[in-house]
């Protein structure tokens, strides 16, 4: 482990740490914060009692689905609106804007239109992940090193042979970072929707745990929820910097 | 002049999948005549403008404490490289936590009210905020940092002449982000922890599945998310065309 | 100056062959918004030899090289290559290694330098023939596995080189292709050069802005003006085939060398007069 790895698991650690010796101390009261290791004592008993599990499993699918979604439809907009320049220069500014508006308060909308279900909140978790998709997709082919283009006109490739063997590995990296994006957005878009107005899923067992003053509940789903986005999170970052490390970047 | 023309067709093209929309779903979506004349209504009337101020005064605590702090943070992490290296990875995943998931803490801790609603604010806010400025300062090239010192510069006088001018560009970046995401976070704050406020209006047209006031009230949200963005990202280009 | 004009005189002991391989009449070029990058050029390579295009920053040689290669259409004037009109693509049998890094970070060395074959459609064995030759030529057989990423600048240039090679064309268009190399490396790198144009005898074009490459690796050598660029003199060399970067060693070499300075400068003051091109 480095040096710096260390001093950051130092870090996290003693932060921890901290935290349960002033719970147990009673500086923070029970009523507020449980310490640490009783979150983690009841998460693992509340796994091990299966009653969160279909919770957990939808919430799950509800990421998966709005993930793909957002990561394949992030590009290939992405990739049409690169392609025309006159469209990508007008729609530039509300790009940068959107994630300034409360667009999930269009939940109700959704459920009009997809009824009560998986469907609303599926398409704000697709909300909250696409835009972040087309952006870093615009950035990535925006930073395609000219070279490589003028040597695709020197092999005599074709438009969707450049796009497809010169374009898309080139702007790889960027891609990546539109995934870590997307991955976070869903993850945020899908669990706010079930908190705010849902009757299932993670989000929304937490806000009920919350409203029946049941903080062990509470804080184990809590618990879950910051160890998954952190180990999902770490996993692509590693397995991103292996490749990138290998390209140079 | 192409660009403003252009910028108008697309506004003109949204407009009209937005009625096209609204046809296919009268009930789940006003057009955008009925929004407009419901803004108008709503601006009108005595009711409304409380709660605006209500959020505006959340938000302007909100942009405040995470601009100070973000800076703050992401200042003292940058200038030092082992402290910067430690801390990007876990501000960045806290950047990524869903926040939604602490919002029963924040709530323990301050109650229902104007200070949760505050906080709320600051923690979306923050976070990107420093991550930014962090950034920023670790990018004032190190050859910058060596004519200070062939020149002689205090400490002070470094950071007022060299790195606040040379990171200027990158924290008006996290400023942009932040300044939205701060909005959303006491937005969200009052859709469930409060009886006042544009979020709580929000709230209750859903519950009353009043849809124009709905729409009407995210119509004046994204003006001024939109405008503020457009400010902000003018003074963005303008500073990076400066440095670059 | 005896020497010089020997030099000068070099035509007469052309040894590439006289056939014209490419030709430009008249060409220029014109940017969006009124930029001449390229005044009434005119160009004739002999097939086989190998021709230096020299000349101050901002001249319009790089311009020059994208018209001649295909990558750019001239304003006004006629390219051709091996007596055709060029069709607003790159013709067959053209190589072009630019200045900057055109690796594919993605591939390691043996995929970027097969890249174009497989493209191609060429068969298997042929490939790996053609592969190991280039490899060999250009002395990267240990690192073809290797990714871009893990070599010197010069190593990709020479990934870059070995690309353009195995494609066998007739003629190869360089645009300053070590110009991001240390002066050290660059003159190994001529020397390398000169070993491809021997074993492939195409017609090679190098676009240079350093004075001693062009002396040293050239059979004949263009000076361009200041912008609107155009060449206004040529140099024959009169050096034998077989030469390296020791060439500089030769009495000639000096004179060349002061020749192309004496007008050069003329032309670089005049461009530093210009202010930069924007």
Redesign the interface.
Known sequence: MTRVGLIRLLVVGGFIVALELLCRTGAISPRVLLAPSDMAVRLIKLLASGKATADIVETLGNVAISLVLSVTGGFVIGALIHAVPRLRAAIDPFLASYYALPFFAFYPLFIVLFGLGRGAIVAIGFLFGVVAMIIATLNGFDRIPRVLLRTAAVHHMSPAATALLIKLPSAVPYLFTGIKLAIAYCFIGVIAAEFIMASSGLGYAISYAFNNFDNGTMYALMLFVIVLVTIVNALFYSYERRLLRRWGR | MKRALDTLLLMLAGLAIWQVMHLAAPFALTSPAGTAARTWQMLASTTFWPHAAETAKAFGWALLLAVVGGLALGFSLGLNRTSAEVAEPILVSVYSLPKVTLYPLILLVFGLGVPAKIAFGTLHGIIPIAIFAMNAVRNVAGVHFKTARVMRLSRRQTLLTIVIPGALPEIVSGLRIGFSLTLLGVLIGEMFASQRGLGYLIMNAIGLHDVPTIMATILLLAIVAVSASALLLWLDRRLHHRVA | MSTAARAIDGAARDTTGSDLHAEMRAVTRVYPGGIHALAATDLRLRRGEFYSVIGPSGCGKSTLLDVL?G?SAPTSGEILFEGRPLDG??P?G???V?????S???LNVADNIV??LR?DGVDASEIARRLDDALRLMGLVDFAKA????LSGGMRQRVCIARTLVMQPRMILLDEPFGALDAQTRLIMGDELLKVWRATGATVLLITHALDEAAMLSDRIGLMSARPGRIIEELATGWPRERDSRIAADPAFGAITARLWSVLREESLKTMRQGKPS
């Not at chain 3, 990714?147 to 893990?150: E, I, K, L, M, S």
């Open positions: 290669a990558l693509r790159v067959e053209v190589g072009v630019f200045q900057e890094d055109a594919f970070a993605w890249f174009g493209r990714y871009p990423a893990q």
